[in-house]
């Protein structure tokens, strides 16, 4: 019982309380180190009260439709240019064409950003300096230097 009486965080003794809380900042931070390695929970992505498929009875004759013209443009946005061509018209072809325009165009743009990025982000390669070319720049320092310290004697 007197062994336990150390431990108690309401012991009056101030040594005894400074390693208590050493102890316990001690196993905290142990605690805290090696739940920081734990393996995450894996989270399956199921389908949400966020975002719920109502069902058609309940839906207005406008969200009907709605839900008419996404599933066709989903399958339509999946056509090649070919297939699209053949089996397209009218308003479709021209929403079809004018997606992947606007895509195209997208994309060209983007590649123009990447390539002036890539410029800045890696600069360009400074051929490493030989030998010879070192004493060289030696030299000419040696030399402005000898020039600078006669010029502020004069």
Known sequence: STLMCHFLPWDNNKKTQKNTMKVVALLSTMLVGASAFGVAPHTARFNTALRPA???????????????????????????????????????????????????????????IATKLEKMITPPKVEKKSKNQKKRDAYARKVAREAARAAAQV
Not at 67 to 92: F, M, N, P, Q
Request: aromatic share 10%; net charge negative; hydrophobic share 30%.
């Open 54 to 112: 109502l069902p058609e009875e309940d839906l207005s004759a406008d969200q009907l439709e709605i839900k008419k013209i996404s599933e066709k443009w989903g399958e339509v946005r999946k056509l090649s240019r070919e297939e699209a061509e053949k089996t397209l018209d009218g308003e479709w072809l021209e929403a079809y064409n004018r997606f992947y325009e606007k895509y195209e165009d997208d994309m060209t743009r983007m590649e123009e």
